[in-house]
């Protein structure tokens, strides 16, 4: 008996995530230490003390279930946000609404649209559900093509997955052809706009996406509190949208998908207003400190909205990949998405940018 042949021939087949490389496992493998990790988009200054102290009040009744509804979370998120309860759903991470997403619209035949280069889940996602990913080239400046979406939509489409900011590009879209978008396509598409770096935005016409859904019952928003709330260890994650769909989403959840440790600590880091300032300011600085040092270096990169910079190389990014690791500064590789002459950092520390431009320098003069 050969157990791949028992296996639905679409996980068979599935490309698992291909997450950041751990700082621990590269400093194993080359017996290093003091590396810097640029390569998850995660949050440089750590968790806020308000999440901790809630977290750790909380690790007091882990012989008990979590709360199922995430109900105090869920209170306390519908205020922050001005959205009704029953418009918000919870999963760990919004890795998990999106798998939720797919347990719900998505069987065998089903397409799924989004655009390309983008986040990884959304392939694995709509495959694992037995449907057809539909992707959709980006522009020449690797930004979101509206038109080319449009065109994409036939009547097998049921979901179409946003990302804004979009990732691995950092990218975005406005107001005015996000609502372009949702005008445009049939109301039985579900649209996702998947928000996860919303905090991180610049741009002044972003759009706002709970206050204008433009009648659309078929449109949910994800949020995450792994990136700019500093808790991508823990897995919270949200959707918001219709109460009727999300009602659907809640039935196809799993009992406690969301654990005690991780609520507490999303209800402290959401009352420390302070600390998501000092991230974003700490980013916003980040950032300016990599695009100054890599316009020094003469490389270009995206214009980005999010915690991160897609740089080009102007050559196959393998190698300086490779001699970055080696010189202990972990950065995404490309490769997988099709970008192979560029690279993805995330703004981190003011001396761990440093570690990163320095080393960049000195490759590059190799
Ligand atoms: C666009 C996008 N969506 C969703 C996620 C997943 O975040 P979470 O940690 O909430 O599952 C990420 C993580 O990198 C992301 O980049």
């Known amino acids: 008996m050969k157990l791949r042949e028992l296996v639905n021939p679409h996980i068979r087949d599935l490309e698992p995530y291909k997450p950041g490389k751990p700082i621990e496992e590269l400093e194993r493998e080359l017996g290093i230490r003091d590396s810097v990790k640029l390569a998850s988009n995660e ?23 979590p709360e199922d509804s995430c109900h105090y979370l869920r209170a306390e998120l519908a205020q922050a946000l001005d959205v009704a309860p029953e418009r918000l759903v919870f999963a760990a991470g919004s890795d998990g609404i999106l ?13 799924a649209v989004f655009p390309w280069p983008s986040f990884a889940m959304y392939p694995i996602v709509t495959q694992g559900a037995g449907a057809v990913p539909v992707t959709v080239p980006l522009d020449s400046e690797l930004r979101v093509d509206i038109g080319a979406l449009l065109e994409a939509v036939t009547d097998r489409t049921r979901l179409l997955f946003l990302a804004n900011p979009n990732n691995p590009t950092g990218t975005s879209i406005g107001r005015g052809a996000f609502r372009a978008l949702l005008d445009a396509l049939p109301e039985r598409v579900v649209v996702v706009a998947d928000e996860a770096y919303l905090e991180y935005v610049r741009r002044s016409d972003f759009p706002e996406t709970l206050q204008d859904m433009r009648g659309r019952r078929t449109l949910v928003a994800l949020r995450t509190f792994s990136k700019i709330y500093g808790l991508a260890g823990l897995r919270v994650g949200y959707g918001v949208g219709d109460p009727e769909l999300i009602g659907y989403l809640a039935r196809a959840r799993q009992p406690f998908n969301v654990s005690s440790l991780a609520q507490a600590a999303a209800r402290g880091a959401l009352r420390d207003r302070e600390h998501v300032r000092r991230v974003r300011d700490l980013t916003h600085k980040g950032l300016s400190q990599l695009e100054a040092g890599l316009q020094a270096l003469g490389l270009s990169f ?30 995404r590789s490309m490769a997988g998405f099709g970008l192979s002459n560029h690279l993805r950092v995330t703004a981190g520390l003011p001396e761990e940018n440093e570690r990163f431009l320095a080393a960049m320098a000195r490759e590059l003069r190799r």
């Open 99 to 111: 798998e939720i997403l797919a347990k719900c619209f998505l069987g065998p035949g089903d397409e």
């Open 43 to 65: 949050c440089p200054l750590g968790p806020s003390t308000l999440a901790l102290e809630s977290m750790y009040a909380a690790a007091e009744e882990l012989n008990r279930y």
């Open 302 to 331: 995206a214009e980005s909205d999010a915690n991160f910079l897609l740089v080009d190389i102007g050559q196959d990014a393998t190698a300086l990949y490779d001699a970055l690791l080696r010189q202990g500064v972990i950065t």
